[in-house]
């Protein structure tokens, strides 16, 4: 049975080919409408690309300056604690 089911994919895969080269020439054309829609099409996509661009780019900004935030704040939380020893033992 899995032979037929093979057998009959290939035989309409076929078929759809051969209709393509068969099919006669069409005589359409575009009219300003569609070339409208098209153009709209394109400026949208377009203007998501930059917006998606821009809001990653805004992420990445903020990650950058969170963990540089971090790093000073680790840095000073260091000195701070050197600062609290030295004193510490000067004064003992």
Request: aromatic share 6%; proline share 2%.
């Amino acid at each position: 049975m899995r032979r037929s089911t093979g057998r009959r994919t290939a035989w309409v895969i076929t078929i759809a080919t051969s209709g393509l080269f068969v099919a006669s020439p069409s005589h359409a054309y575009l009219d300003p409408g569609t070339g409208s829609i098209i153009l709209q099409g394109l400026l949208a996509g377009v203007a998501v690309a930059i917006g998606v661009l821009r809001h990653y780019w805004e992420q990445c900004k903020s990650f950058l300056t969170n963990l540089q935030r971090e790093s000073r704040d680790d840095n000073n939380s260091s000195e701070s604690e050197l600062e609290q020893t030295s004193n510490t033992q000067t004064k003992s």
